[in-house]
T-cell receptor, first 112, second 113 residues
Framework: DVKVTQSSRYLVKRTGEKVFLECVQD?????MFWYRQDPGLGLRLIYF???????EKGDIPEGYSVSREKKERFSLILESASTNQTSMYLC???????????FGQGTRLTVV | AQSVTQPDIHITVSEGASLELRCNYS??????LFWYVQSPGQGLQLLLK??????LVQGIKGFEAEFKRSQSSFNLRKPSVHWSDAAEYFC???????????FGAGTILRVKS
């Protein structure tokens, strides 16, 4: 089975802190994604990566950056956390076009 | 750009009753369609997918979905709902010429006993 693992289930950070969310997949997938999930808004794409060191902005990239130094790992970085970034963050991976995505269990981030 | 609409934010059904969750998409070609389920505090799990062929697709946990091109719909159904089906359900479409999935806003299913 494909496994996508997010490093933390719950995080509490202070405003202004630099925050790292880590995601690892074990199926050699080329594509990895970071989504943000808020009630009533569904999943909104923050960034995705289609290869090592390659990235593309999604729909809501402001305030975020990403890093993909190895194929299996995709990190989301909040450069200076703000309270409006309190949310559920979901990582996903998939192979090529028109295949399903596999999701991690999510990280619930609270910024105080 | 593709979009997915799930018209119902919340649905409540009685245990044992049938269920239909609606999904409409906008797309310029044959779509690749998915239904995912999210239990509270968890990630998303794939229920079923449609790529081509038979328009009635069977999935896990007794769910099925029917693709109707004329209505741009991909509704999810289950003949008899169990209390454990209470969750949030997301419909998604695969991006044309790309690798991304576009998700609907989700439908929260409540099951009453």
């Amino acid at each position: 089975d494909v496994k996508v693992t997010q490093s933390s289930r719950y995080l509490v950070k202070r405003t202004g802190e630099k925050v790292f969310l880590e995601c690892v997949q074990d199926m050699d997938h080329e594509n990895m994604f970071w989504y943000r999930q808020d009630p009533g808004l569904g999943l909104r794409l923050i960034y995705f990566s289609y290869d090592v060191k390659m990235k593309e902005k999604g729909d809501i990239p402001e305030g975020y950056s990403v890093s993909r130094e190895k194929k299996e790992r995709f990190s989301l970085i909040l450069e200076s956390a703000s309270t409006n970034q309190t949310s559920m963050y979901l990582c996903a991976s998939k192979t090529g076009a028109n295949t399903e995505a596999f999701f991690g269990q999510g990280t619930r981030l609270t910024v105080v | 750009a593709q979009s997915v609409t799930q018209p119902d934010i919340h649905i409540t059904v009685s245990e044992g009753a049938s269920l239909e969750l609606r999904c409409n998409y906008s797309y310029g070609a044959t779509p690749y369609l998915f239904w995912y389920v999210q239990s509270p505090g968890q990630g998303l799990q794939l229920l079923l997918k449609y790529f081509s062929g038979d328009t009635l697709v069977q999935g896990i946990k007794g769910f099925e979905a029917e693709f109707k091109r004329s209505q741009s719909s991909f509704n999810l159904r289950k003949p008899s709902v169990h209390w454990s089906d209470a969750a949030e359900y997301f419909c998604a479409v695969g991006e044309l010429y790309g690798n991304k999935l576009v998700f609907g806003a989700g439908t929260i299913l409540r099951v009453k006993s």
